[in-house]
């Protein structure tokens, strides 16, 4: 049984041979979920259908059909998703990763996160691996050319709104992002995986690891021996092969873990 940690008794105390793992870690691999950005007022994913999204499952929105069958239902989601994400900041869980990648020899970070707030945070992310909401494509021609006056700065927080069309094929313009049944993108995707061959330490925080291919980064570390530490307040598929699991907020866990780990750096 891995020991684990009660983030309410503050400060969290972390067990020595797990800051003596990260202080000699020689390639540390951060993998993220939808967790880390919670306390950034960003809803999880299946979350993200509070409010006025209520009665519509998340895994129905997020596919090319539910695209194709309702361009406007599906963009008007994503659209307010992305307005959320504009203002919200950083929190302390994303700045300890930037941190913790100026304290250790190697740091890669891999997120399957759409926002970017990691990069906000100044942190370098080597994968997204389901592509960012930021960076619409067209549906049909796959490109990222639109006309972008016919995007609103600021979209009502209505539940529909038409999408704009590509400015090469006037297909209609879709989240830059992967949906259910879609292949993850290929050189995120090698980068990733070259990282988790190599990692000896994986930090994997704020993720169900209930979606594949992307769960299978923590997975093979793990399996080829790596250190894999869980951070979340909540149980996952992936506890039964963590060495340490920390449960509790990214928010609180991360920056109490770099400031025990390197204390006289200072996190
Ligand atoms: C906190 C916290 C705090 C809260 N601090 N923590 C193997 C088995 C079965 C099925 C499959 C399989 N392999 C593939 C599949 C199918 C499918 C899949 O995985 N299905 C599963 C659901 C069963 N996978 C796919 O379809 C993938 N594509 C694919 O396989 O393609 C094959 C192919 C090859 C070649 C050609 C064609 C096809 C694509 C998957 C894409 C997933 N995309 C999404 C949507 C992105 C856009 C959007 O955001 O709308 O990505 S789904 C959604 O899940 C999103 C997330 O990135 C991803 C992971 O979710 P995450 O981050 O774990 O969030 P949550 O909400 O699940 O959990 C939050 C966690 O945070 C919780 O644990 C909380 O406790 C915790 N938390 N507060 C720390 N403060
Ligand atoms: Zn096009």
């Given at each position: 049984m891995p020991p684990e940690l009660d983030a309410s008794a503050a400060p969290p105390q972390f067990p020595s041979s797990l800051l003596d793992a990260l202080r000699q870690a020689r390639h540390v691999l951060v993998f993220t979920g939808a967790g880390v950005s919670a306390e950034s007022g960003i809803p999880t994913f299946r979350e993200a259908l509070k409010g006025l999204w209520e009665r519509f499952d998340p895994r129905?929105?997020?596919?090319?059909?539910?695209?194709q069958r309702d361009p406007a239902l599906v963009w008007g989601w994503y659209e307010w998703r992305r307005m959320q994400i504009r203002h919200a900041e950083p929190n302390p869980g994303h700045r300890a990763i930037a941190t913790l990648a100026r304290h250790v020899a190697q740091l890669s970070l891999v997120t399957q996160n759409v926002d970017d707030l990691h990069e906000r945070a100044g942190s370098t992310v080597i994968a997204h691996l389901h592509g960012q909401i930021s960076k619409p494509i067209c549906f049909n021609c796959g490109l990222p050319t639109f006309h972008?006056?016919?995007?609103?700065?600021?979209?009502?927080?209505?539940?529909?709104?038409?999408p704009p069309r590509c400015g090469t094929c006037g297909g209609a313009i879709r989240p830059g992002v992967v949906w259910?049944?879609?292949p993850l993108p290929t050189e995120d995707w090698s980068h990733a995986m070259e990282a988790a061959r190599s990692a000896d330490l994986v930090i994997s925080v704020g993720t169900s690891n209930l979606v594949y291919p992307a769960a299978e980064i923590p997975e093979l570390a793990a399996r080829r021996g790596a250190t894999l530490i869980l951070v979340n307040p909540a149980a996952t598929a992936m506890d039964p092969i963590a060495r340490y699991t920390l449960q509790g907020p990214a928010g609180v866990i991360l920056p109490a873990l770099v400031a025990a780990a390197f204390p006289s750096l200072g996190a």
């Open positions: 129905e929105l997020a596919t090319p059909e539910a695209f972008p006056e016919d995007r609103p700065e600021e979209p009502e927080g209505g539940r529909r709104l038409e259910f049944g879609e």
